[in-house]
């Protein structure tokens, strides 16, 4: 059971943070993950970034993170309920 809730999580996790970064990008045309990495790595990685973010930007991003992890509550819930996982 252990090693069934663990595949089930960590597809629950990577699956919807890939579908949310998805739906960010198809909203706003960035992804989501800039305002997560420091400035200084992200000029590193891509010394072309076009991408200027102010406060809104930020805060933006953070509220898609937030509505994500929310949205992995209930999964969890049932996860945990049904045997799979034991977090709560």
Do not use: Q
Not at 27 to 41: I, K, M, Q
Not at 49 to 67: F, H, N, R
Not at 71 to 83: E, K, S
């Amino acid at each position: 059971m252990f090693l069934a809730g663990l595949i089930m999580s960590i597809t629950l996790v990577f699956g919807g943070f890939t579908i949310a970064e998805i739906l960010f990008y198809m909203l706003n045309g960035r992804f989501f993950w800039r305002a997560f990495v420091p400035a200084a790595l992200r000029f590193t990685l891509f010394p072309e970034d076009k991408v200027e973010l102010d406060c809104y930007d930020v805060l933006t991003e953070y509220a898609s993170l937030m509505l994500y992890c929310s949205g992995l509550v209930l999964p969890f819930i049932a996860l945990n309920f049904m045997g799979f996982v034991h977090i709560f």
